[in-house]
């Protein structure tokens, strides 16, 4: 069984930085894409960054391209997403995921399977 546990969240202020942190068990986790999604009070639920199984690709919403970074440790089964220049429209829960198909180099929420139970990450002005 599949199990993703998010870390990491917190209240911040503007301009400051996060890093998220997901460690992942019941997978062979270095053959998985692994990715980020974060969902905002009374807003659906929207893609943030994907990192492919070899970490030779990374994908980043518009959003948070150029300030954050997604990057992954085999050895230790972990995903981290490196928040910089956070902004108030951060403000999220952040969810950890992994596809159905491992492989899959996916943005697609349709395409995860398996969902952590998310971490609130919280900007203030």
């Known amino acids: 069984q599949v199990q993703l546990v998010e870390s990491g969240g917190g209240l911040v202020q503007a301009g400051d930085s996060l890093r998220l942190s997901c460690a992942a068990s019941?997978?062979?986790?270095?053959?998985?894409?692994m990715g980020w999604f974060r969902q905002a009070p009374g807003k659906e639920r929207e893609f943030v960054a994907a990192?492919?199984?070899?970490?030779?690709?990374?994908y980043y919403a518009d959003s948070v391209k150029g300030r954050f970074a997604l990057f992954r440790d085999n050895a230790k089964n972990k995903v981290y997403l490196q928040m910089n220049s956070l902004e108030p429209e951060d403000t999220a829960v952040y969810y950890c995921?992994?596809?159905?198909?491992?492989?899959?180099?996916?943005?697609?929420?349709?395409?995860?399977?398996?969902w952590g139970q998310g971490t609130q990450v919280t900007v203030s002005s």
């Open positions: 995921a992994a596809p159905s198909d491992p492989y899959r180099y996916t943005e697609y929420q349709a395409d995860f399977g398996s």
């Open positions: 019941g997978l062979t986790f270095s053959s998985y894409t």
């Open positions: 990192i492919s199984w070899t970490s030779g690709r990374t």
